[in-house]
């Protein structure tokens, strides 16, 4: 399987070494070529601030709802530490707060959007998913764990169907190394400069649920119902025979959308 063109694209300890984030996401990267997942190596390291590990392959890449994330040669896949949560921001608000950082970053590259909670997703397609971790204090004191996976120059194959990824869209292959930069410039951005009012209207302008049918399994049923709005905590309000519910995680497809 061919996966580049140019290799000069690819994520590189060099290449990345010449590049330097503007904030503090990033203000330390560290690289490796394969790891089993970025978060099991994150938590080896010294905590501070948005230290990121970033590899080029995952062996056991993990995905939300204890999924596995399909890691191989193209993607980009790294984890950063929040130990010090922005006091702008709820900490159940931080993963909202990062997908609108990663939203705007692969924005410039490709017209996405956000499904909720955190996909970004291209013309009915998933091209990027993040996932949040917390860990116990006496783990490893305390700290937001954000893990995030570009489909950057992978090529899928059908048995991932709902899968896409920006090479495959935009039809030209990106430099991994540019675009990691863009997007933990962004997420720098959107969570040490931007209020969580501003916050979620971006994200509301941004996120196809809301105004859509939607799916989902609520309190153990398959239910069905109108995505009306996305709440000030992250949370889905679902307008389902004539009740309004809130809902806190788990999946939802969106009618026309990858379910
Ligand atoms: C999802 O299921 O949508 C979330 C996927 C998150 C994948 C990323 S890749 C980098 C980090 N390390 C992992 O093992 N998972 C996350």
Not at 51 to 80: D, I, M
Not at 111 to 140: E, F, M, Q, R
Request: charged share 20%; proline share 3%.
């Amino acid at each position: 399987m061919q996966v580049y063109n140019d290799t000069n694209n690819r994520l590189s300890k060099k290449a990345l070494s010449a590049l330097k984030s503007k904030g503090i996401i990033g203000s330390s990267v560290f690289f490796y070529d394969e790891l089993s997942s970025t978060f099991d190596k994150i938590r080896e390291l010294p905590q501070k601030d948005g230290l990121t590990v970033v590899c080029a392959k995952q062996t056991n890449g993990v995905g939300r709802l204890g999924r596995s994330w399909e890691s191989t040669l193209g993607g980009v896949y790294f984890s950063f530490v929040i130990k010090n949560i922005p006091p702008a921001f709820e900490m159940q608000f931080i993963t909202t707060v990062c997908a609108l950082g990663v939203c705007r970053a692969l924005s410039k590259y490709v017209p996405c959007h956000i499904k909720w909670p955190n996909d970004i997703v291209v013309n009915g397609k998933k091209i990027c998913g993040i996932l949040t971790k917390c860990y116990a204090p006496s783990d490893v004191a305390g700290a937001l764990y954000v893990g995030v996976g570009i489909n950057a120059n992978n090529n899928f194959s059908s048995s991932l169907p709902y899968a896409s990824s920006i090479k495959a869209v935009s039809g030209s292959e990106v430099n991994e190394n540019a675009l990691l930069l863009d997007v933990l410039n962004s997420i720098d951005d959107v969570l040490y400069s931007l209020s969580a009012e501003d916050v979620l209207n971006e994200y509301r302008q941004k996120c196809i649920n809301i105004g859509k049918e939607v799916s989902l399994v609520y309190e153990r049923e398959e239910i069905q119902g109108v995505c009306l709005n996305i709440l000030k905590d992250g949370s889905m309000e679902v307008l389902s025979q004539a009740k309004k519910l809130i809902v806190n995680s788990g999946e939802v497809s969106v009618k026309g959308i990858y379910s």
